[in-house]
Each structure stands twice: as structure tokens, then as C-alpha cells.
């Protein structure tokens, strides 16, 4: 099966600098891969995807990037603001049309330092 | 908007008792999902089902079952509780017919504690 690895499990930043996030998947049939956000307390709510016939996509500050030959993505935050600590989580599945199993790192908390 | 509803926010059983989680969405989705959430271990697929009465395992399904019976409804049946199971449990749906059918729509969670 699928296996997600997410680095690095804490990452604390200074308000108005960038983030990055890194994830590296195994099964190279994955072609769908969303970034969640989970404030505290709250649910994982979508932020950004993308899907394998892409290589970037931009949504404001948030960047997701993904190299296929080498298996890996990323999630970019740029400008971060205070109300972007959370903890995040990517994941990868192979989408066929709606029979998806999402395999999900094990997650980034992500502290901005005001 | 959606809506996925699990029943208790907070549940705290015994060791050896049978515990039942319920999840209810409302928006006709097909599929439906148990993770598990425990910190640094991010979310474990539990059980899944893609349509009434169907069910399939996912990483992490021993010591559970499921059940769904109804579209709108899968619950999470744990045969006799464990204190290894005292976790977050989330609940999550997708709907094969929406735009952007992969999105997962989650519970707000239930916290088990198991004495």
C-alpha cells in the first residue's frame, strides 16, 4: 500500500517569512495529492491540491509543488500571517473517479511567531 | 455546505465494553471513512465503505467493525474496548457525483478515552 512520509513534524516561523512543508509518497500510481489544515480544535478542512499531470499550483500565498520522478511534494506558505499555525497534513491517492482511499502523512504543526 | 455529524464529542467506556461511534452526513455522498487521529501519527484510515451495506478495511482495522445500513449513516463498532484504542475518531465523507468528488468532508471528531 501507500506510504506518506511528512517532514518536519514542528516548524516554527517568523511572521511575514515562508514555510515549506515536504512530503515523499511510495507508490508511484498516486496521482491525486490534497493538503489539509487543521486549526486547533477544529476538523481537517481541503487547502490546496494537485493532481499528477501538473507540476505547481498557486492559490494566494499557498503553493503546492510535486516532482513525480523523484516521488515528493510540497506545500509553500508565503507572507505567513499569524492565523496560519495549524497543523497540516498531505496525503496521496490514486483517484479513479471516486473510489479514493487517502493515505496521509503524519503531519506538520506549524507555529508563526509573532 | 456539508454536513458530517458525529454524535459525541467526548465518550469515555471501560475496558471490554462495546462502543459504538455514529457518523451522519447530509448531503447524499457515497463514500464514507473512519480515521483514527493520535499525535505523530497523523490520520489512519480505519474502514471505509463506497456504498450501503459495503465495507472494506483500511490500514488499521483491527479491533474494529463497521456498519452501514443507511447511505447517510456508517458507524464505527468497537467489539470490546482497549485503553490502545483512547484516540480522536474522525469521520469523513466524498460524493462520486460532486466536481471535485476526492474531498474529504470530516466530523468534527470524538474523542475516546478508555478506562
Known amino acids: 500500500g501507500e506510504n506518506v512520509e511528512q517532514h518536519p513534524s514542528t516548524l516554527s516561523v517568523q511572521e511575514g517569512d515562508s514555510a515549506v512543508i515536504k512530503c515523499t509518497y511510495s507508490?508511484?500510481?498516486?496521482?491525486?495529492f490534497p493538503w489539509y489544515k487543521q486549526e486547533l480544535g477544529k476538523r481537517p478542512q481541503l487547502i490546496i491540491d494537485?493532481?499528477?499531470?501538473?507540476g505547481e499550483k498557486k492559490d494566494q500565498r499557498i503553493a503546492v509543488t510535486l516532482n513525480k520522478t523523484a516521488k515528493h511534494f510540497s506545500l509553500h506558505i508565503t507572507e505567513t500571517q499569524p492565523e496560519d499555525s495549524a497543523v497540516y497534513f498531505c496525503a496521496a491517492s490514486r483517484s479513479n473517479f471516486g473510489n479514493e482511499k487517502l493515505t496521509f502523512g503524519t503531519g506538520t504543526r506549524l507555529t508563526i511567531i509573532p | 455546505d456539508v454536513k458530517v455529524t458525529q454524535s459525541s464529542r467526548y465518550l469515555v467506556k471501560r475496558t471490554g465494553e462495546k462502543v459504538f461511534l455514529e457518523c451522519v452526513q447530509d448531503m447524499d455522498h457515497e463514500n464514507m471513512f473512519w480515521y483514527r487521529q493520535d499525535p505523530g501519527l497523523g490520520l489512519r484510515l480505519i474502514y471505509f465503505?463506497?456504498?450501503?451495506?459495503?465495507?472494506e478495511k483500511g490500514d488499521i482495522p483491527e479491533g474494529y467493525s463497521v456498519s452501514r445500513e443507511k447511505k447517510e449513516r456508517f458507524s464505527l463498532i468497537l467489539e470490546s474496548a482497549s485503553t490502545n484504542q483512547t484516540s480522536m475518531y474522525l469521520c469523513?465523507?466524498?460524493?462520486?457525483?460532486?466536481?471535485?468528488?476526492?474531498?474529504?468532508?470530516f466530523g468534527s471528531g470524538t474523542q475516546l478515552s478508555v478506562l
Open positions: 469523513a465523507s466524498t460524493g462520486r457525483g460532486d466536481y471535485h468528488w476526492e474531498k474529504l468532508f
Open positions: 465503505s463506497y456504498d450501503v451495506k459495503m465495507k
Open positions: 494537485i493532481r499528477s499531470n501538473v
Open positions: 507508490d508511484s500510481a498516486s496521482n491525486y
